[in-house]
């Protein structure tokens, strides 16, 4: 069973940064992303990255957010900048490879002044 293990959520404040990481327990996962959920909404892609390094970002976080991955650790990253409370979420490290996917725990981020 693969696991997903988040962490580096927290309370910022606006405008702030934060660096959210997620380690997983296997290696060669072909895509990872991060989503985000809020209480009674979907679940919402913020950004993928293959193990090719191919990104996506949906448009609400373009420019501010950066996802990376360091394939030797099997570690992706989120770092979050120029935060704004919409961003307030719990969010959860993805590992997609054709066949199964896994979630981790989520880590709760919270925007607030």
């Known amino acids: 069973q693969v696991q997903l293990v988040e962490s580096g959520g927290g309370l910022v404040q606006p405008g702030g940064s934060l660096r959210l990481s997620c380690a997983a327990s296997?290696?060669?996962?072909?895509?990872m992303g991060w989503y985000r959920q809020a209480p009674g909404k979907q679940r919402e892609l913020v950004a993928s990255?293959?193990?090719?390094?191919?990104?996506y970002y949906v448009d609400s976080v373009k420019g501010r957010f950066t996802i990376s991955r360091d394939n030797a650790k099997n570690m992706v990253y989120l770092q979050m900048n120029s935060l704004k409370s919409e961003d307030t979420d719990v969010y959860y490290c993805?590992?997609?490879?054709?066949?199964?996917?896994?979630w981790g725990q989520g880590t709760q981020v919270t925007v607030s002044s």
């Open positions: 993805n590992g997609f490879t054709p066949g199964w996917d896994s």
């Open positions: 296997i290696s060669r996962i072909n895509t």
């Open positions: 990255i293959t193990r090719f390094g191919m990104t």
